[in-house]
């Protein structure tokens, strides 16, 4: 009994602390890890996944979680000014190197422009096809 309490409690009071800083923690079976990469002398921050060995490449679930996760950083997506670009010829070859390097086909970062604008950038690599793509998604405070 005191076991299934502890479970319990350990599920809903330190989960939430765990993955405090994790876009897609709560997202079942996706291994996450991070690195940072210098784009347009920019120090940025990214979350990247292998979807391709885990989920066989299908990372729509990754997306809803990235989603979901600016909102509650305080951001509101601009959907009316999403771009989807593929292939992505354009793509800073420092990002393709840190997504090779640590064995990722999808990389999630967040640029912030000023304090009321900035952008969701998911970058992937498409195995069947060899390419590489960009979603931006535009935000808005």
């Known amino acids: 009994m005191k076991k299934t309490i502890f479970v319990i409690f350990a599920l809903v009071f330190i989960s939430p602390i765990v993955?405090?800083?994790?876009?897609?923690?709560?997202?079942?079976?996706?291994?996450?890890?991070?690195g940072y990469c210098i784009v347009n002398n920019q120090r940025l921050h990214y979350w990247l996944y292998n979807t391709i060995t885990q989920h066989n490449g299908y990372w729509s679930q990754l997306e809803s979680a990235f989603i979901s996760y600016v909102e509650k950083l305080g951001w509101t997506v601009d959907y009316d000014n999403y771009q989807?670009?593929?292939?992505?010829?354009?793509?800073?070859?420092?990002?393709?190197?840190?997504?090779?390097?640590?064995?990722?086909?999808?990389?999630?970062?967040?640029?912030?422009?000023?304090?009321?604008?900035?952008?969701?950038?998911?970058?992937?690599?498409?195995?069947?096809l060899d390419i590489w793509f960009t979603e931006v998604y535009p935000l808005i405070k």
């Open 84 to 128: 989807h670009i593929s292939p992505n010829n354009e793509l800073a070859l420092s990002v393709k190197r840190m997504m090779i390097t640590k064995n990722s086909d999808l990389s999630m970062t967040i640029i912030e422009f000023s304090r009321n604008s900035g952008s969701l950038i998911i970058n992937g690599y498409d195995d069947e």
């Open 19 to 34: 993955f405090a800083d994790s876009p897609a923690g709560y997202v079942y079976g996706y291994y996450e890890t991070d």
